[in-house]
Structure formats: structure tokens, C-alpha cells
T-cell receptor, first 116, second 112 residues
Framework: GAVVSQHPSWVICKSGTSVKIECRSL??????MFWYRQFPKQSLMLMAT?????????EQGVEKDKFLINHASLTLSTLTVTSAHPEDSSFYIC????????????FGEGSRLTVL | QKEVEQDPGPLSVPEGAIVSLNCTYS??????FMWYRQYSRKGPELLMY????GNKEDGRFTAQVDKSSKYISLFIRDSQPSDSATYLC????????????FGTGTLLAVQP
């Protein structure tokens, strides 16, 4: 199956700083990437949809100025959590869809953010 | 009411048992149903992908969809300790739809 890689897998930062998480499709070109957030014992919640070369589409209730998404190439999307606060601590997971839309999504391994 | 309901468990079974995992949903527009396995602190891995009602089998895994009851199941035969993980159901309305609606996941522990 297709491989999606996320980096870093675990990051700890101080309150007020910004953190960037990368999501890469390693063996396919991802026209569309998705960013999810997962709190403990809760389901994955879609935050935004990112299309290569265009602005991301955010889900209702997700602050676009706080969660900056850049999809600059067909293999890389980044999520920047700006001015992070402890309530932003969560597991962030990206997924990607290939250029041929079979409906199947491939997930990265996730990035655990802890804001002190 | 949540769109997708899933018992969070934990579900503990002995090795070799048949495991039954279930989700119910409320949106009759859902047509595509998926089961993902998620190991601790890892991303979800797609196990089964089905369309509409019916059964689909892949090795020890069988996915079952009953759209009339809005109920989906995943059966694991001859369960192994390596099957211990959280199992998430997910669903959507059309193949082109980006947004998957996930259940909360069921934590499964297979005891050796």
C-alpha cells in the first residue's frame, strides 16, 4: 500500500511557540491531503482538507489562523500550530489521497503534540 | 446523537476467539464503510473497505454491512495477540467525499 510519513512523531513545546508538522507521501503523488486531530478516547476529527497549490478548506470550528496549512507540492503538506496552548495538545494525523480517486485514504503515523 | 456510535470497550478475549466489533450510524446517506486498525500512538491502517450492504472477506477478517439496520460489523477469526489494537469504523456518502465520519474506536485486547 501507499506510504504516508509524518514528522516529527512526538513534539513538546512551550506555550506560545509555534510547531510545524510535516506530512509526506513517499511513493505516490497526493493531490489532496487531510489533517485530523484525535483526543484521547475520542474519534478522529477532520480539521482541514488541503489541495496542492490552493488554500486549505477548514472544517467548522477550526481556526484557520491558528492552524496554518501549506500544501506546496504533490508530496508534502505542512500543518503549523501557531501560538500553541496546552489545549492544543493532541494527536495530529494526516492522510492522503492519490491522484486517481479510489476513495481510499492512506494515513500517516501521527504526531503527538504536548504543549507545556 | 452522534452520527456514528461505537462501543469503546475495552474488549478482552482469549487467543483463538472470534471477535465481533460493531458500529451503528444514523445517516442513511452513508454508502462506503471502512474499518481501520490503530495501534497505540500510530496512525490508522485500513483493514476493510466496503460499499453498500453485504459481506466482504479478507483472510481472518470479515466485514458485514446491513444498511436497513444501519449496522456494520467486523469479525476477526482465530484472533491473535497481535490483533490487540483499537478498531475504528468510518463511513462516508460518496466515493468522492473527502470527509470520513469515524467512530470512537473499540479497544481490543487478545490475551495469549
Amino acid at each position: 500500500g501507499a506510504v504516508v510519513s509524518q514528522h516529527p512523531s512526538w513534539v513538546i513545546c512551550k506555550s506560545g511557540t509555534s510547531v510545524k508538522i510535516e506530512c509526506r507521501s513517499l511513493d505516490f503523488q497526493a493531490t489532496t491531503m487531510f489533517w485530523y486531530r484525535q483526543f484521547p478516547k475520542q474519534s478522529l476529527m477532520l480539521m482541514a482538507t488541503s489541495n496542492e497549490g490552493s488554500k486549505a478548506t477548514y472544517e467548522q470550528g477550526v481556526e484557520k489562523d491558528k492552524f496554518l496549512i501549506n500544501h506546496a507540492s504533490l508530496t508534502l503538506s505542512t500543518l503549523t500550530v501557531t501560538s500553541a496552548h496546552p489545549e492544543d495538545s493532541s494527536f495530529y494525523i494526516c492522510s492522503a489521497r492519490g491522484q486517481v480517486n479510489t476513495g481510499e485514504l492512506f494515513f500517516g503515523e501521527g504526531s503527538r503534540l504536548t504543549v507545556l | 446523537q452522534k452520527e456514528v456510535e461505537q462501543d469503546p470497550g475495552p474488549l478482552s478475549v482469549p487467543e483463538g476467539a472470534i471477535v465481533s466489533l460493531n458500529c451503528t450510524y444514523s445517516n442513511s446517506a452513508f454508502q462506503y464503510f471502512m474499518w481501520y486498525r490503530q495501534y497505540s500512538r500510530k496512525g490508522p491502517e485500513l483493514l476493510m473497505y466496503t460499499y453498500s450492504s453485504g459481506n466482504k472477506e479478507d483472510g481472518r477478517f470479515t466485514a458485514q454491512v446491513d444498511k436497513s439496520s444501519k449496522y456494520i460489523s467486523l469479525f476477526i477469526r482465530d484472533s491473535q495477540p497481535s490483533d490487540s489494537a483499537t478498531y475504528l469504523c468510518a463511513m462516508k456518502g460518496t466515493v468522492a467525499t473527502n470527509k470520513l465520519i469515524f467512530g470512537t474506536g473499540t479497544l481490543l485486547a487478545v490475551q495469549p
